[in-house]
């Protein structure tokens, strides 16, 4: 699915959420993450490596909101809760799903259950508004004014004027989904100019903050396609030809045999 991001407004929001986990760069990570066993299949783990979901899985994602589910762009309106952060994608045995938080497999992807059609975007920035939740009926994310307390949207008059508005867009299948600004981590991904790997480094100060080790380096901090930051980014490891997330500490979510005897006792 390809998608064009158009910027309508440039409000801003300081956008807060629990800490569960506080780490020195504010970001606490999330509750199950993508573990590679084996240097084969994928589960999930929590940040000290101990196994929550066995690896079964060939690929496995972030539980997170995606907003392909969103009720504007899909076909059935049952399947919109399949986008919330409760879920996930996997790849289990070559199909693509949706995994809720016990592993099991509710959703599996099919083209048919989504409209075609780009992808529109309105960006709140440094204003006095917050997203307050993410609704589960429509996958809108709830626009809260700090300043009354009210939420203003969605309501019945903005999503009318909305669809009045942009009739065409919503026909084809577009999307209206909001991102917030986070307050940036001062971190950049680097070069080595004789390996040609990637690693993280200080942008204010120049210090290397992970060695330059990875192939690819894609954020999880820093990212604004992305409700929730993390203290992770997802790297490409050529020496196991998989992708792995790797925290901003240098942990590798990467798992063998002994390692697993000894993280589940």
């Excluded at 994928?42 to 899985?57: F, R």
């Excluded at 996930?88 to 070559?94: D, L, P, Q, T």
């Excluded at 009739?167 to 999307?175: A, H, L, S």
């Amino acid at each position: 699915m390809r998608y064009v991001f158009i910027l309508l407004i440039t409000l801003t929001c300081a956008f807060t959420y629990a800490q569960t986990k506080p780490m020195p760069n504010n970001l606490s990570y999330p509750d199950l993450i993508p573990v590679l066993v084996n240097d084969s299949l994928y589960g999930y783990c929590d940040s000290v490596l101990d196994i929550k979901l066995s690896p079964v899985y060939e690929s496995a994602e972030l539980f997170e909101e995606d907003f392909n589910f969103q009720i504007f762009h899909v076909n059935k309106p049952e399947i919109v809760k399949y986008g919330s952060a409760e879920y996930a994608w996997v790849r289990h045995k070559g199909e693509r799903y949706r995994i809720n938080k016990k592993g099991d497999l509710v959703y599996k992807y099919n083209e048919a259950d989504f409209k075609t059609g780009e992808t529109l975007v309105q960006l709140f920035q440094k204003s006095r508004h917050t997203i307050d939740k993410v609704d589960e009926t429509t996958l809108f994310q709830h626009i809260k004014d700090n300043q009354t307390g009210q939420i203003v949207f969605p309501d019945d008059q903005s999503i009318a004027d909305f669809k009045e508005k942009n009739k065409t867009f919503i026909d084809e299948g577009i999307r209206l989904i909001y991102y917030p600004s986070f307050t940036a981590l001062p971190y950049t991904n680097f070069t080595n100019e004789q390996t040609q790997l990637q690693g993280i480094k200080n942008k204010e100060t120049g210090e290397i903050v992970l060695k330059a080790r990875y192939a690819s380096i894609e954020e999880c901090y820093n990212n604004p396609l992305r409700v929730h930051q993390y203290p992770l980014f997802i790297a490409y490891r050529g020496d196991l030809n998989k992708y792995v997330f790797v925290g901003l500490n240098g942990t590798e979510f990467v798992l063998y045999s002994a390692q697993i005897e000894f993280n589940t006792k």
